[in-house]
């Protein structure tokens, strides 16, 4: 048996943190509302153990459970989603801001022809993404058959090297509120606009903030729409900005 031929990509668990605080503090809440008197007198005070433990504790499991089902399946199918926002024709040049581990970027570059090229852009920080690594993300390309149309940048969002107008598609997911000051942010969206050449399109997907992206964007000239998919697969719901480069 080939040992190499049976091992597969591994896309890491978003913001690993995350996830093990939901499950700690979910099932702390749940032993101390099992484990307590149904009444808990502290002093004066006069605790209702039962409601106070085990409603927190549903809530963080199930947002945990969620959470898990995004980390394993749904991120996948989120993927697909966001890659369906573009029609391709096989020859574009991509990037991938804040590529991590690769999912989104081998998915691109599975899209395209000899004539397209994907480069991924990351500082690959192990807290946004476990196991995050430049070396982790090359393994998965090359696993996923890829490799030859990819290259990857270490390089902060917030300074993109690249020329004026080099991308036809840019796409990112889960990276930019990562950058956590606002004049950053609004940099690395200003790169965004300036990388995409005439008529391009950036599909940009968070949790948080698209407001934001999607003012910057139109400020900057581009023609932008949100979109949403599966509230049971993305947790926390996933927002999409779609914005387009005028010609």
Not at 134 to 162: D, I, K, W, Y
Not at 209 to 223: D, F, H, I, P, V
Request: proline share 5%.
């Amino acid at each position: 048996m080939n040992h190499s031929a049976a091992v597969k990509p591994d896309y890491g668990i978003d913001a690993p943190a995350v996830l093990r605080n939901l499950f700690l503090f979910g099932g702390l809440c749940l032993v101390l509302g099992i484990v307590l008197p149904p009444v808990l007198h502290l002093g004066p005070v006069k605790l209702i153990t039962r409601p106070t433990f085990l409603w927190p504790a549903f809530f963080l499991l199930l947002e945990g459970c969620l959470y898990l089902l995004y980390v394993k399946v749904g991120k996948f199918h989120h993927r697909d989603f966001i890659l369906s926002l573009h029609n391709w024709r096989g020859d574009e040049q991509i990037l991938d801001v804040g590529c991590g581990r690769g999912l989104l970027l081998a998915g691109a570059a599975k899209r395209l022809n000899a004539g397209g090229h994907a480069t991924g852009i990351d500082i690959w920080s192990a807290e946004d993404l476990s196991g995050n690594a430049e070396a982790a993300t090359q393994q998965n390309l090359e696993l996923e058959g890829v490799a030859a149309r990819c290259t990857l940048v270490s390089q902060s969002a917030a300074e993109m090297p690249f020329p004026d107008a080099s991308f036809d598609v840019v796409v990112s997911n889960l990276c930019l509120h990562n950058i956590y000051e606002k004049s950053a942010r609004m940099a690395a969206l200003g790169h965004i606009a300036r990388v995409l050449r005439p008529g391009g399109v950036a599909v940009l997907s968070d949790y948080k903030k698209t407001g934001e992206y999607a003012s910057e964007l139109r400020r900057l000239g581009l023609q932008v729409e949100k979109k949403r998919k599966g509230m049971l697969t993305t947790f926390p719901p996933l927002v999409v900005v779609v914005a387009q480069k005028p010609l």
